[in-house]
């Protein structure tokens, strides 16, 4: 299955909230005609109802054989939209490819739903998606196909990477990673901001100064051959200041080693717990 396939058989989009408009936004651009989108969402927005003009359908009657179904419905309405999945079971057994970025959705659910002859593929994407910057891991039943796979990976590149995971079990270490991990950098610019303006700068100063630093950092980390630890050393001067600052961050028990550890085990124990 590819584009071209998608274009003429239909993708159906569950939820376009946030995320799903993110991706929708990315495929239009794409290239793929609007007119082969199917968008379900009980609060569509004043951009996706404009789109309609473009030839979208919006909670309209959905294709017989859509080349894919994506659920893109928020973690919190699931339990709501679930209900209204058996309507879609015509579309299990294998023509239709079923793609979840619902996060805390295992599998097993769907296949439940939908039959196991289904080929489904659960994705966790994360927030800088919106500016196409995202990551996206992905994970495939054993009726999920290298081709249909590969086409999850087209749709999900919209918004920034992928990468493939070895299994399921994977997928609570992701969501505590890259799923939950921009709040962990969006408190890091709000405590160096903080820091600053305890030191004598004005919040709006404070502010500039810790979110341009942890954007250009964070490129810089991803742009540079060299590892993030490596990176860390040629800033670092014997005896410097960020020596001085590196002592207290890199503490063994107090510093972020010990704390980061204890955030991602606690979000991958609620991921786990939230799964069941």
Avoid: H
């Avoid at 196991?116 to 966790?124: E, K, Y």
């Avoid at 890091?188 to 004598?200: D, F």
């Avoid at 800033?235 to 961050?249: D, Q, Y």
């Amino acid at each position: 299955m590819d584009m071209a396939e998608l274009s003429s058989r239909g993708l159906v989009l569950l939820g376009c909230g946030k995320m799903g408009s993110a991706m929708l936004a990315g495929w239009l651009d794409r290239g793929l005609p609007a007119s082969s989108v199917w968008v379900q969402d009980p609060q569509p927005s004043d951009w996706l109802t404009g789109l309609q003009a473009q030839g979208l359908r919006l909670n309209a009657s959905l294709p017989a054989k859509p080349a894919v179904v994506l659920v893109a419905v928020k973690p919190q309405m699931m339990e709501e939209a679930l209900p209204a999945l058996p309507a879609l079971a015509g579309l299990g057994g294998g023509d239709t490819v079923f793609l979840s970025v619902a996060a805390g959705t295992p599998i097993a659910l769907f296949e439940r739903i939908l039959g196991d002859a289904t080929p489904i593929i659960r994705a966790m994407p994360n927030t800088p998606a919106a500016v196409g910057r995202g990551i996206t891991s992905l994970v495939g039943n054993s009726r999920a196909g290298e081709a249909q796979v590969q086409l999850a990976e087209t749709l999900l590149s919209a918004v920034g990477q992928t990468v493939r995971l070895e299994n399921e079990g994977q997928m609570d270490a992701v969501t505590a990673v890259s799923g939950s991990g921009p709040a962990y950098v969006f408190l890091l610019i709000e405590t160096l901001a903080a820091a600053g303006e305890e030191q004598g700068l004005s919040p709006e100063l404070a502010m500039k100064l810790a979110k341009a630093t942890v954007g250009g950092a964070g490129q810089l980390a991803e742009d540079a051959d060299e590892a993030p630890s490596q990176l860390r050393v040629n800033v670092t001067s014997p005896g410097g200041t960020t020596a001085a600052a590196l002592k207290i961050l890199m503490d063994e028990e107090t510093g972020f080693p010990a704390l980061l550890r204890r955030a991602v085990a606690a979000a991958a124990d609620r991921s786990r717990e939230l799964g069941r």
